[in-house]
């Protein structure tokens, strides 16, 4: 079976620097990284009594593993928007959690060289448990000042409605 079907003169696979993240039903602004999508099944051995001495393995509980989505330091306050859903320090006691709304799902895109939307992931009951404001500080550094935020998910599936885009030719 050929790798790319749509385009069977393609050779490479997609490279990882093309790519958006929504939420909320929008792109949001400037997300320069994302973490990889994992997920891994315990495994769970058992042996029955007359067997010979080997043991037998059947899949347990499955875990997705959080995401980290970084940016520049910018103006935009999404990513503590949705921080502060989780917990805000200014919201008093018993609201410090936005129960009703904390929690999203989001959609990973990846697009080919040529700009195509290419492969989707829609991730499921995102939260964020972890948000870094501001980076360490450093007057000798040369760096862009990054923010970032580790998204908990409940799963993620691919978007099959996303099929292989016809790429141009321009020969």
Known sequence: ???FSVNPQR???YKNFKFRVRWDGRFVAGISKVGALKRSTEVVEHRVGGDSSTGRKSPG???FEAIMLERGVTHDEDFERWANLVWNVEAGLGAEVSLSDFRKDIILE???E???LAIAYKVFRCWVSEFQALPELDSNANAVA?????LENEGWIRDVEVQEPTEPSFA
């Open 61 to 63: 509980r499955t875990k």
């Open 1 to 3: 079976m050929a790798e």
């Open 146 to 150: 990054i923010q970032s935020i580790k």
């Open 110 to 112: 990846m697009y080919n």
């Open 114 to 116: 040529a700009g195509q």
């Open 11 to 13: 050779f490479d696979p």
